[in-house]
């Protein structure tokens, strides 16, 4: 199965910056699945809490008030991003940069760092179906 993570409406819910450059940050995750690809084969959609650990980890921005939704955002690996996409799992090394728009009050906050790994915390709540034509069926829960 693959897995990916739309920044836009994905939830931050916690960041934590240690002195020595580890740390992590969690959110409670638009998460898009599928036996094949994510975005070319049927899939479905939903909700997962996801961790992002980080080494070399540097704040740029107010981390302010958290537990808010991304309006936007983009992890950079080497000055190249996925169009606000995060394919998962997420393992990467090098100049990265996790930058997201957070919609209370519409700050930019970037977490730059030199290595990042994910890992799904809980169950997915799936809530849409997706055919391979794209067309969304909802789930009743």
Known sequence: MTYAMEMHDSWLEEVVSNP??????????????SDGQVFKDAQESGWQKLRFDFEG????GEIGELNTWASGGELWIGGKNDNGIIFLPAEHTGRLCLEMCLAQDYRTLKIHATKIRSTFIGEFEIEAVWDAEGNPKRVDA
């Open 20 to 33: 020595d450059g580890t740390g992590f940050s969690t959110f409670y995750g638009s998460i898009f699945r």
């Open 57 to 60: 980890m540097r704040i740029e």
